[in-house]
């Protein structure tokens, strides 16, 4: 009975022609494999997130932590919690089981936080629920852009509206996340003892500021030719603007904010700093989609990164400090390099063991192919 390789046997360009096909589907294989760092994990986690301003930790924990936790650990598919509580915020981490639908954990985690929404404090503001990849926790390269002119809030503000939206629009790259970073804000830093001589309270400067920060749609009005549209805009755009807010009126006596405070456009936190290379810096760190090549990605981003460069304001430098493809790079040149080293050791003992050139040849086809 003739066997299955009889048949290339009798027919050897039936079988020139096969090795070739599988070759070929071979090199077409590795140029669409997924290159990635790490490998794809589906351990996935949901953090929830609350903000309570002005609490100290142990009433975020009494008030913000302890009700969301006993109400997310009646969901499904949750391992283990995981909660921290600080100064002003809380945040809860469900580690969800392998495998299980993140998109179904996260459905369900939000409706149990929305049933004991009422019962957090009115003054906390709306939990965010977000899902965290387990190989989302590190970037596939981190940029970092330095000046010795402009301040981090203003470095924060370029980077925000000019380079964040341009890397993150490139294909394959999940978001562009600003680490680091300062967002501006007016800083008003109150006097106490102004305070107290003009009878004024926190709370008052509180009430005088939310008032005064609210935008509304009012709707339009029409005339036979022209329609105007009405809008009520109270908010406040410059530090002068803060200065002259009124904060308590009495006897036809003015208070203004400018007479109890110090008011300064600076940033919202002043809590964090980031450093490279002993300059104080604000990093970019670029987030590759699962199913991307990192190394074709990093590429483009670093097309992009030198485009951006030509366009930055007098100052401001910018570079990649940290690339994880480089490594990557690396290991594949390795890789390549122990094969070529293989093939060569192959060839030279069986050319001194059989003295033959046409029984090298043989090994020296089998070889890609069985790769």
Known sequence: MNSFTDLFIRRPVLAVVVSLVIIIAGLQAIKSLNIRQYPRSDIASVSVTTVYVGASADLVRGFITTPLERAIAAADGIDYLESQSAQSSSTITAHLKLNYDSNKALSEISSKVNQVRNDLPPEAEVPVINIQPADSQFASAYLSF??????????????TRIVQPRLTAIAGVQRAEILGGRTFAMRIWLKPDRMAALNVSPAQVRQALAANNFLSALGSTKGSLVQVNLTANTDLHSVQDFKNLVVRQENGVLVRLGEIADVVLGAEDYNTEVRFSGERAVFMGIFVLPNANSIDVIKRVRTELDDIQK??????????????????????HDVFRTLMETLLIVIIVIFLFLGSWRSVIIPVVAIPISL
């Open 146 to 159: 330095t000046s010795n002119i402009l301040q981090a809030n203003e470095i924060t503000d370029y980077l």
């Open 311 to 332: 366009e930055l304001p007098t100052g401001l430098t910018g570079r990649i400090a940290y690339d994880g493809t480089e490594y990557i790079n690396t290991a594949i």
